[in-house]
């Protein structure tokens, strides 16, 4: 038997591989490990205090404890803790959540997949879309266009579909027929005069060139983050979206929502699809469908899809993919709960309210010195760190302008969620707007002792 050393740092040290970690650092400092949660609050085993900036991934809607959904989860498992969803089985929640989340739609959906996770529900997504090309009679339509730094999961078609160059390094990845069209962030990519709308369009040109360069007879779907989270929370430039629309229109490619970040009132609306006008074919969705509470995804499905997928059943005998704890009891249970949680506290208008001080806050943030940018919508955001204002020119990597950031910020009690150059925020939905004046205090000392150790260097 392996022999564990006695204290949780060194037993985590010995025992655990954590994702998106390096993991030879980990060797060296070990975990933070957190042990209670109150509010936007979490705290470590020292009793420090640290606002959650970032909801921890995205999710944690209702903050860290909710007494109301532990109870609904403690009576479902007392009640039926497990059942699945397989060969016609079904259970009360799992048939009343998937009915409310076609209420919610925000567009016309027919039928709601579960899963677990959302990687497992763009994975999920990939088959579907291969699946109706196949019941279309065009089965040579295979392939799937991402975006670079687009995030969509890390199941090996989920990374596939992501544009991010470290998921796909030293790893075989992405699969044959992925693709990834431009990243959209107008603030990085723009050419010299070029204005927003300009930028959109060249966006639009560039999958419009690539469908026809690949053969639109062989394109299935486009996936794309209404706001890019784990690209740096950035928001998609105006009239994007449309002119995007319009192409997959033009070569009749699906177009599937990752609404995993979006959804449930982030962006300021129930949906990132009704902040940004899109009409999606399939939704994935999960974290904040359960406050991030319980493992739960749903993918919803509009009716072509759904016939489609009758077709192909008729043909193999059953629809062949599915997943053990999908559907599962509990965790719709506390989703369900989740979603009367939001209406009774009427999410959206408190999100609408909070989101005005939010980007108050952040804006005035720009004048720092280090800070060349921000962009934000609803209650998520980022602000670019740079070296030059005007050139938008970085700091060199080697300066480790952003792990100071980091430090500096959990040294004041914040959490913040750093992708490259950019500190992106995604807090709890619960926050208020004093409390967002506290995050915006607690950054603004991180990036003044930041700013005298770049000097000082
Ligand atoms: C937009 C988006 N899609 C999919 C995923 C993958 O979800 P999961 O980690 O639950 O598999 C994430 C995770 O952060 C995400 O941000």
Redesign the pocket.
């Known amino acids: 038997m392996t022999q564990l050393p006695n204290s949780l740092h060194a037993m985590d040290i010995a025992s655990i591989v954590h994702p998106q970690s390096n993991l030879r650092k980990h060797v060296e400092v070990g975990p933070m490990v957190f042990t209670k949660g109150k509010g936007i609050f979490v705290y470590d085993d020292d009793g420090k205090e640290y606002l959650e900036g970032a909801a921890g ?2 999710c944690a809607s209702l903050g860290f404890g909710v007494e109301r959904l532990a109870k609904v989860a403690y009576e479902q498992m007392t009640k039926v803790g497990y059942y699945h969803i397989y060969r016609h089985a079904s259970n009360e929640t799992a048939i009343e959540l998937a009915a409310k989340l076609l209420e919610m739609a925000p567009v016309p959906m027919s039928k709601v997949f579960f899963q677990c ?4 529900a ?1 994975d999920t997504a990939v088959k579907l879309a291969w699946y109706y090309w196949h019941a279309m009679g065009k089965p040579e339509k295979k392939k799937i266009i991402g975006r670079k730094m687009g ?4 199941t090996c078609a ?1 990374a596939s579909i992501s544009g991010k160059p470290d998921m796909h390094q030293e790893s075989g990845l992405p699969f044959d027929n992925f693709r990834h069209t431009e990243f959209p962030h107008y603030y990085r990519n723009q050419l010299p005069g070029e204005t927003e709308e300009q930028f959109s369009a060249r966006m639009a040109k560039a999958l419009e060139d690539m469908i026809i360069a690949e053969g639109p007879e062989t394109v299935a779907a486009f996936w794309a ?1 209404p706001v890019m ?2 690209g740096g929370a950035v928001l998609p430039p105006k009239g994007y979206f449309e002119k995007i629309q319009a192409v997959l229109r033009k070569y009749d490619v699906l177009f599937v929502a ?1 609404e ?2 979006c959804g449930f009132g982030r962006t300021g609306n129930m949906w990132g699809s009704q902040t940004y006008k899109l009409k999606p074919d399939m939704i ?1 969705c ?2 904040a469908l359960s406050a991030g509470l319980q493992p739960i ?1 749903a993918l919803l499905i509009n009716e072509r899809v759904f016939q489609a997928l009758m077709t192909e059943s008729d043909k193999v005998g059953h629809l062949a993919h599915g997943y053990t704890y999908a559907g599962h009891p509990v965790t719709t249970a506390v989703a369900l709960e989740t979603l009367k949680i939001y209406e009774e506290m009427d999410m959206i208008s408190h999100v609408k309210r909070v989101e005005k001080v939010f980007l108050a806050k952040m804006n005035a943030l720009v004048d720092h010195p280090l800070i060349g940018e921000f962009s934000g919508i609803g209650l998520i955001g980022a602000l670019e760190v740079v070296k030059d204002k005007k050139t938008r020119e970085l700091h060199p990597a080697s300066q480790g302008v952003m792990a100071t950031i980091d430090a500096n910020a959990k040294k004041n009690g914040l959490i913040l969620r750093l992708v490259g150059n950019r500190i992106a925020f995604s807090p709890p939905l619960i926050i208020d707007e004093a409390q967002v004046g506290e995050m915006a205090r607690r950054l603004k000392t991180t990036l003044d002792e930041t700013w005298s150790a770049v000097r000082a260097n």
Do not use: C, M, P, Q
């Open positions: 991934l995205w996770s959302g990687s497992e763009n995030y969509h999961g890390s989920a983050e989270g784990a990752d995993v970040i994935s999960a974290k995804s």
